[in-house]
């Protein structure tokens, strides 16, 4: 029975008798470098002996083994436009076609990504992923099983096609959930994202005229910064694509063929949305008896979580470039890649580090005239009367006990101290500073 199980769970390796000498793959691929191309990858893995396959461990360890040097990539010759104004390259798609293309030429032997982030038909995509914990007591139990029984079996009724990993030896169950297109395009009609537009041939974008004077000072300040800016290298600019809410009615102002029509942020956020909403009871006396958020807190699954570009290590990959190239100290003064940021995170968070960065350079200006008021108030610290008073008084102060039978008088000028660091917070230069503060800030 337990290879029978084996022998389903690796569809294309076809046994003949107990062992068998040579194992051939054949695998299709879509590029996303040309949607029209299909790659074809044949590889053979010699003396695979299905007897030998019993655990997951052996199965990653057959994957790393397939190499991927022999698939050869096919490019578009309108993937990379050049601006002649600017120098940019600019990518004609998304961030994700970058990344895609990357990752065409890597061997799995360095990353399993590209077993990892798909199902077992390595088409599908894994758009979210729910785990449970079979050595948790509470999980085991009746009213859980029910739960997750009726709450899978309900995401299926809406759409979303499940595959069920084999559990791992610590105990976890790992579900790997993939979002058709259909319902896609339902529940981006009823959430009212923005999508890409098709491009229209005839469609031109003007660029503004300014005036000569404004354009020099810009070209200075670019150059200026140009260290700063985003590395149009690691970078390349996005191409520019209009976007609109998106309706089945007016299917035909979108381009639904284009494999990167709906991103991976994109997919996570639907079917989020979807998770949040599902029931897992059947019967209607409980009104809260649906989202996975009430599940993992009933402790029926323990996470639910979309999946990164891979591992943290790839080099090839998004997550790897944005942790080295943004999410780095070295980069803190650096400009944001916003558009890859939006690709990766979705528009909300892209929109988020968007409203950071603005105001970390709005607090430039506030934080230089901060530090003139600092350095007036140290230039004026020895010109303060009041303070100068206390600390070069030639005659001595006593001032009254600070408590009735265990203090003594002391002397005005050991408040010397405190008064000249009072004044470096509290002078003149202080007062303006608030107000501009005020103003600065609306």
């Known amino acids: 029975m337990e290879e029978e199980d084996e022998e389903v769970s690796i569809p294309w390796i076809q046994r003949h008798g107990n062992n068998i000498s040579e194992a051939s793959l054949y695998r299709s691929i879509q590029s996303n470098l040309n949607a029209g191309s299909v790659q074809t990858l044949y590889q053979s893995v010699p003396n695979i002996s299905l007897n030998n396959i019993g655990s997951m461990n052996t199965l990653n360890s057959m994957h790393s083994a397939i190499s991927m040097e022999d698939i050869q990539r096919t490019h578009n010759d309108d993937t990379l436009t050049f601006n002649n104004d600017t120098n940019e390259t600019i990518i004609d798609g998304s961030c994700t ?23 077992r038909d390595e088409i599908r995509t894994i758009d979210f992923v729910l785990v449970w914990d079979e050595y948790n007591v509470e999980a085991q139990t009746y009213r859980c099983i029910e739960y997750r029984r009726i709450f ?35 529940y981006a009609e009823i959430l009212k994202l923005r999508l890409p537009m098709k491009e229209l041939p005839s469609m031109m974008i003007f660029e503004n005229r300014s005036n000569t004077l404004i354009k020099e000072v810009n070209s200075l300040f670019k150059r200026i910064m140009k260290k700063y800016y985003v590395n149009q290298t690691i970078f390349p600019t996005l191409k520019h694509n209009f976007t609109a809410v998106y309706s089945r009615d007016k299917e035909y102002l979108f381009n639904l063929d284009s494999p990167n029509f709906f991103t991976t942020a994109t997919r996570a956020r639907i079917v989020q949305f979807i998770l949040d909403r599902t029931r ?61 940021i939006k690709e990766y995170f979705g528009v909300k968070i892209g929109l988020y580090f968007a409203w950071l960065g603005f105001y970390t350079h709005m607090l430039i200006p506030a934080s230089i005239v901060g530090l003139l008021c600092f350095i007036y108030s140290c230039a004026t610290l020895y010109s303060n009367e009041p303070s100068e008073d206390i600390c070069n008084f030639n005659g001595t102060i006593e001032m009254c006990p600070l408590c009735d039978h265990f203090c003594g008088y002391w002397d005005l000028k050991e408040t010397c101290l405190h008064a000249r660091i009072t004044y470096l917070f509290d002078n003149p230069s202080t007062v303006f500073f608030s107000i501009f503060m005020s103003l600065w800030g609306m």
């Not at 076609?97 to 199902?119: E, H, M, Q």
């Not at 499940?162 to 297109?181: C, R, V």
């Open 152 to 186: 899978e079996k309900n995401l299926e009724k809406e759409g979303l096609q499940l595959e069920y990993e084999q559990a791992e030896p610590n105990g976890l169950h790992f579900i790997k959930i993939h979002a058709p297109k259909e319902v896609l395009r339902r």
């Open 280 to 340: 897992f009871t059947e019967t209607k006396d409980d009104d809260f008896a649906f989202g996975i958020d009430r599940l993992i807190s009933e402790k029926a699954y323990i996470a639910a979580y979309p999946l990164h570009d891979g591992d943290l290590q790839a080099p090839d990959s998004m997550r790897y470039l944005l942790y080295k190239e943004w999410a780095s100290i070295k980069k803190c003064l650096h400009y944001q890649p916003l558009d890859y």
């Open 97 to 119: 076609d970058l990344r895609n293309s990357k990752r065409s030429s890597r061997s799995a032997s360095k990353c399993g990504t590209i077993f990892s982030l798909y199902f």
